[in-house]
């Protein structure tokens, strides 16, 4: 047993490669597979600690942002793989709140104060927008190249192909086909001889910004028509629903990566192309007014736009905008039903103005528009602008922002501060507006934007809605269900929109 246990200990003992001359020892310490073990340890240990060494090499070396004492400026850490550009969508509301624990003015570059929104708009017509506002190569197949994403002599060419069909007097002239689109939109939703009837907030009224705002563009649209231009609002919508999961979207390799969305996106480029040409032919043939499509098919066919430019530009008033008119039109109604009094003012301002509707809805001094104004500032569509640059440098809260630093605006500061606004800016309160002029609510009110790059559809969009919510008035007493009364304040919105869509439903009652 101990010779046999000593010959096994010895053959194992000859196994061994330090008895080959010491070379398992040797091949062990070699230097090289130390400098490789401790080279992927580190790579590892980067890797693990990736968002810290990103921000580390962002904040100190890429784009310090220090005050007059060299100190850096707060924020917080940049997070993998686009910093914070999805938060500010996704969880604008719970960002704005935390983030403001940095200061007024902290790193992405956020800015708080309406003194400091004014300080950065001061040169306004020279600030650049950022590339695709930062959104990655998904984003920028997407909307990379509409208006309100370009610069320079390619956004003033492709603006000058709309504008004069967005002016305050062009808008005014269309208000009966605006008025007959809102009577015909609520007709079709009426229930034959119900006392009252419940509606979604958001999902039942979507259709209506939506198509009048399609029908101003393209002239009267068919059934079918409509119903293909709904259809490719819904692939749109979906491709952004990948924009907004981020990752491998923000990158050009996802054509490979993610083959399957990469052909719904040509998919839907060429449809969206073909949908269009179509409808450019059959209205250039038509006799009637052309409507604004064919002067601007024209401008891109004489090379003033590009084909990108002007597909993405009714892209974004159709399908980026569906969102954004579904949630301020929703929050409008919802605070109307749930504030009877206000509803009856609003009534009885209608009663006693029975003249021209256009003249009434074009007006910025009726309880009508406050209502408007009121519930914009307690739901901005976004919690933070988009992101702009100045070409020169600023300080702003003590912080040097040096030139073309992306600059971003927390519209939930602006619009609930409390040193303008009053111990009440929380509470929906239209008639707070009755005493403040245009000049005072220039920096303190975020609803269109700041400075030149503000909404091209701001009149038209306030003339669509506020006729709509004039004949909703006028037909229906609003309310919402007993359930929901305290609860819409609190209720989650519909997450998988880049514009953060109310989940809340209000009851119709025809007014006898
Ligand atoms: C209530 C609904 C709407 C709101 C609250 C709204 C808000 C805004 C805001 C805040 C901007 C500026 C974004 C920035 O900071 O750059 C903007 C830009 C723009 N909006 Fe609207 N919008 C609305 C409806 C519409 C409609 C119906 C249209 C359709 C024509 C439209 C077309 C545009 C365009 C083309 C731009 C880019 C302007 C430029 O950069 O020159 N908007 N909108």
Known sequence: ?????????????????SQRGGSFAMEFFN?????????????????????????????TVLYPLRNEHGQ??????????????????LRGREASLEWRQYGPVYRICVITRPDDVKI?????????????????????????????????????????????????????????????????????????DAESFEVHAASDFSRFP??????????????????????????????????????????????????????RLRSFQNQWQNFNQRLVNSRALSNNHQPPIVEAWMAMEKGCISMNEILQTLSEMLF???DVSTHVLSWLIIFLAEDIDIQQQVRAEISANPGSLAELCGRKDTLLQFCFLESARLRPF????????????????GYIIPSHTSVVVDTLAINYNQKFWGNDHSRFN???????????????????????????????????????????????EIDLPRLDAKKTWSSQPIQDTWVPIANARVILKPRK
């Open 120 to 192: 950065f708009h001061s040169d306004s017509p020279s600030h650049l927008k950022s590339k695709s506002s930062n959104g990655g190569w998904l984003f920028h197949e997407l909307l990379g190249d509409c208006m309100g994403l370009i610069n320079g002599d390619r956004w003033e060419q492709v603006r000058a192909q709309f504008k004069h069909h967005f002016i305050h007097r062009s808008v005014s002239s269309i208000s009966s086909h605006i008025e007959l689109a809102a009577t015909g939109y609520l007709q079709s939703l009426e229930r034959q």
């Open 72 to 89: 850096n400026i707060k924020g917080p850490r940049w997070k993998y793989s686009d910093g914070q550009c999805l938060d500010k969508f």
């Open 430 to 476: 239209p008639h707070r507006f009755q005493h403040l002029s245009s000049t005072e609510l220039r920096y303190n009110l975020f609803t269109f934007g700041f400075g030149t790059r503000r909404c091209l559809g701001q009149h038209f969009a306030e003339a669509m809605l506020k006729h709509f919510v004039y004949h909703l008035l006028n037909r229906y």
């Open 1 to 17: 047993m101990g010779i046999a246990h000593g010959q096994l200990y010895r053959n194992t003992f000859r196994e061994l490669p």
């Open 382 to 397: 976004t919690i933070f602008t988009i992101p702009e640059s100045s070409p020169r440098t600023k300080i702003i809260g």
């Open 210 to 263: 939506f198509m009048t705002t399609a029908e101003y563009l393209y002239g009267p649209l068919t059934e079918n028509e409509k119903e293909e231009l709904w259809n490719l609002g819904q692939q749109s919508l979906a491709l952004m629903g990948n924009v907004l999961s981020g990752g491998v979207y923000r990158f050009g390799l996802c054509q490979w990566m993610r083959p399957h969305s990469f052909r």
């Open 31 to 59: 230097p090289r597979i130390i400098y490789l073990f401790l080279g992927i340890v580190i790579i590892w240990k980067l890797y693990q600690r990736k968002d810290h060494v990103i921000d580390r090499i962002i904040s």
């Open 320 to 322: 980026a905008n569906l």
